[in-house]
Each structure stands twice: as C-alpha cells, then as structure tokens.
C-alpha cells in the first residue's frame, strides 16, 4: 500500500511540473506575440503599413489559438491582431476583420473571461463602441458599456480597461467620468516584458485627456 502511495505521489507531482511547464510555455508564446503586436501598432505611423503588419501576424495568432485551443489567452491575442487590423484598415472593407475579432472575443470569454485580466471583455466592448451599428454594422453602445464596465469591475487599475471606459464616457456624454477613468489609467505602471504597449497607451491617453480638458 505504502509503495502504491508512494507512486501515485510520484504520479501527481510529475503531472504537476509538466502543467507548470505547458503554462510557462504558453506565457512565453503569449507575450512574444504581444510584443511583436506592440512594435506594429505603436511603432508604424502610417495606417496602411500598420494595416500591413497586423495581417502579417494573423497566421501566427492562429497558429498560437490552434496550438493551445482550449485556453482563452490566444484566442484574446488573436482578437486583438484581428481589431488592430480593422482598426488601421478602416471603411467598410474592415468590416469582416471586425466580426472576426468578435467571434474570437467571444469564444474567449466562454471559456474565461477572467482571462488576461478581463482582457476579452474589454476589446469586444471597444468593437461595440467603433463599428458602425445597424445595418452597417453590429455596434452597440448599450453592450459596450457593459462589457467595458464588467472589464474595469475585473481589472480595475488596469491601463487598458480604464482608458476603454474612460474613451467611451467621454464619447458618451460623460466627460468627468471618462476623465476620471482616464487620470487613473495614467497613473498604471509598465507591467515587465509589456513596457512598449504601456507607453503607448499611455501616450495615448495622455492626448485624449489634454483634449477632454480643454473641452472641459
């Protein structure tokens, strides 16, 4: 009985190292794609070499999705290199892109939408807010709101989703809100490996709030 036990203890701590490396493994995966995402979107200037670039990594965000296919984080990226590419594409040809992005969203946020500190959530929320509503498009901004509100309620010192809101309310008549959600993303720190995507955010936000203010 004793050596049954004693390799079944064997059994669970070799399960538990080979899990510990799959989640390293996809970690690593994950970020490099953010990165490369980050040079693209933060380092083109110009929309149609961004619009490049983007479609340039989508068959390396599905190779990540396809290789980790019950985990959300991949299906969150490849959403994002798929939005981004919308997103510099512009027009009704970016259209398909942007229903894309949705589908993956969502996928991702049935299987987690905790994930990546709610980050599902929050893009599938900006894709409500920018795409075009009926017929054009699906915009919505009654889901956006609650999608970008659920996404602060998950992380709610996140860059991300506090400048999303805060975008959002100020486009929506909100002006103190947005610029209180928006001061508060520009006080996040750069996360480790992230620091180019945090600048850029930042910059970001930094021009929306100067031009909210002078509104104000």
Same mark, same amino acid.
């Given at each position: 009985?004793?050596? @049954?036990?004693?390799?079944?203890?064997?059994? %669970?701590?070799?399960?538990g190292a080979t899990g510990a490396l799959a989640q390293a493994a996809l970690e690593t995966e994950v970020l490099?794609?953010?990165?490369?995402?980050?040079?693209?979107? +933060? =380092?083109?200037?110009?929309? $149609? $070499?961004?619009?490049?670039?983007?479609?340039? !990594?989508?068959?390396?965000? &599905?190779?990540?999705? $396809? #290789?980790? *296919?019950?985990?959300?984080? *991949?299906?969150?990226?490849?959403?994002?290199?798929?939005?981004? +590419?919308?997103?510099?594409?512009? =027009?009704?040809?970016?259209?398909?892109?942007? #229903?894309?992005?949705?589908? !993956?969203?969502?996928?991702?946020?049935? /299987?987690?939408?905790?994930? /990546?500190?709610?980050?599902?959530?929050?893009?599938?929320? %900006?894709? +409500?807010?920018?795409?075009? =509503?009926? *017929?054009?498009?699906?915009?919505?901004?009654?889901?956006?709101?609650?999608?970008?509100?659920?996404? %602060?309620?998950?992380?709610?010192?996140?860059?991300?989703s506090n400048y999303f809101l805060g975008e959002f309310l100020a486009d929506n008549g909100d002006l103190p =809100?947005? @610029?209180? &959600?928006?001061?508060?993303?520009l006080l996040v720190k750069d996360r480790p490996g992230q620091e180019l995507a945090d600048q850029g955010r930042?910059?970001?936000?930094?021009?929306?709030?100067?031009? /909210?203010?002078? #509104?104000?």
């Amino acid at each position: 009985m004793k050596r @049954i036990t004693h390799w079944l203890a064997i059994c %669970v701590a070799v399960l538990g190292a080979t899990g510990a490396l799959a989640q390293a493994a996809l970690e690593t995966e994950v970020l490099a794609l953010k990165q490369s995402w980050a040079q693209a979107n +933060y =380092g083109i200037s110009d929309k $149609a $070499a961004r619009a490049a670039a983007m479609e340039a !990594l989508q068959p390396r965000a &599905h190779a990540l999705t $396809a #290789k980790y *296919p019950q985990r959300a984080e *991949p299906l969150i990226w490849e959403g994002i290199v798929h939005s981004s +590419y919308a997103d510099a594409k512009g =027009g009704l040809g970016a259209l398909g892109a942007a #229903k894309k992005a949705r589908g !993956l969203f969502e996928s991702a946020i049935a /299987l987690d939408e905790k994930a /990546l500190d709610g980050s599902a959530l929050g893009s599938l929320g %900006v894709l +409500y807010a920018k795409v075009p =509503g009926f *017929p054009l498009g699906f915009g919505d901004r009654k889901k956006a709101r609650a999608l970008l509100t659920k996404a %602060v309620a998950v992380n709610p010192e996140g860059i991300d989703s506090n400048y999303f809101l805060g975008e959002f309310l100020a486009d929506n008549g909100d002006l103190p =809100g947005g @610029i209180r &959600h928006l001061e508060k993303a520009l006080l996040v720190k750069d996360r480790p490996g992230q620091e180019l995507a945090d600048q850029g955010r930042r910059e970001q936000v930094r021009v929306l709030l100067a031009r /909210l203010r002078a #509104k104000g």
